[in-house]
């Protein structure tokens, strides 16, 4: 769910060892995919992390 709803990697159904090198090796060649999940990994790590999940928990278990 993570890496589809920020854009930040591949997900493989198949893993097929074939198949999975054969993704490896697409994303090694293609150093601008890899520089585009590069930045959404640092603006999804800035909306998914435990301090904000804190203040939600927070929320929902004042009392904890």
Do not use: H, M
């Amino acid at each position: 769910k993570v890496v589809n709803t920020y854009d930040i990697g591949v997900v493989v159904n198949d893993f097929n060892s074939e198949t999975l090198a054969k993704k490896i090796e697409e994303l090694l060649n293609n150093q601008t995919l890899l520089d585009k999940f590069k930045r959404n990994c640092a603006l999804a790590a800035k909306i998914e992390n435990w301090e904000i999940e804190k203040k939600k928990l927070k929320t929902i278990y004042p009392s904890v």
